[in-house]
């Protein structure tokens, strides 16, 4: 069975190069030109992966609402914002909501494969033979990799896929720093420094949500984080 992507954008144009371009890869495409369609579109049935524009039709943040909800239905699904909006702000501010990759118009067409290709590569790895260092135990925390579950003093964590495989990277080996470059390689990403710190910052707001002493991901300056034990 084919993997089924979702994509929200407004404009026909490129709802039909992109939805040409993935189908070519052997994906089923479904397109929706608003925030209200797809939503009732994601009750009755989630797709595999959503690729999301921020500006829907008069909806100027329809993308930004769309993921937040979707999010909310679905903590682990991945999804991505494909957008001309390009600045810093509102790249951080589709990674707050839980996006997993944010992408701008510009790339071409077989750059935006490529990420779509990576995405479901890392779901992918879910389904592998389990490994012992897939399920870890480090003081207060528990993770298991292959059924995307984390928690801190027995309370669960709802991290993304991308959160999931940098905490999985940063407590592999406790104490230990991790450049920036290594957690993309453990994410499967490609992303700028910028991002990996809106990433870190929105892990630290999860685990903080549970517990507010919580301090165990730790900023070396000029080289990355690393995962403090008690």
């Given amino acids: 069975m084919n993997r089924e992507i979702a994509i929200v954008e407004d404009e026909p144009a490129l709802q039909s190069n992109y939805q040409e371009a993935l189908e070519r890869l052997g994906y089923s495409v479904r397109v929706y030109s608003s925030r209200i369609e797809a939503l009732a579109a994601f009750t009755d049935k989630l797709p595999e992966l959503a690729i999301i524009d921020v500006g829907l039709g008069t909806e100027i943040e329809g993308g930004f609402e769309l993921c937040r909800e979707l999010r909310s239905m679905a ?33 071409s067409l077989e750059h935006l494969a490529a990420r779509v290709v990576a995405l479901f590569r890392r779901i992918d ?44 990277a940063l407590v592999k080996h406790p104490g230990h720093v991790k450049t920036r470059q290594q957690l993309m390689d453990a994410a499967n990403v490609v992303l700028d420094d910028a991002t990996i710190t809106s990433h870190i910052k929105r892990i630290r707001k999860k685990f903080l949500s549970i517990d507010s002493a919580f301090e165990c991901i730790e900023t070396a300056y000029g080289m990355g984080y690393r995962w403090l034990t008690a």
């Fill in 75 to 107: 903590p682990t699904l991945p999804i991505m914002f494909l957008t001309a909006r390009d600045s810093e702000l509102d790249t951080i501010s589709g990674l707050r909501l839980g996006a997993d990759d944010y992408l701008t118009k510009d790339i």
């Fill in 125 to 168: 790895a879910f389904q592998q033979p389990q490994l012992p260092e897939d399920v870890i135990h480090v003081g207060e925390l528990s993770l298991d990799l292959h059924r995307m579950a984390t928690t801190w003093k027995s309370a669960a964590v709802p991290l993304t896929v991308t959160e999931l495989w940098m905490v999985h």
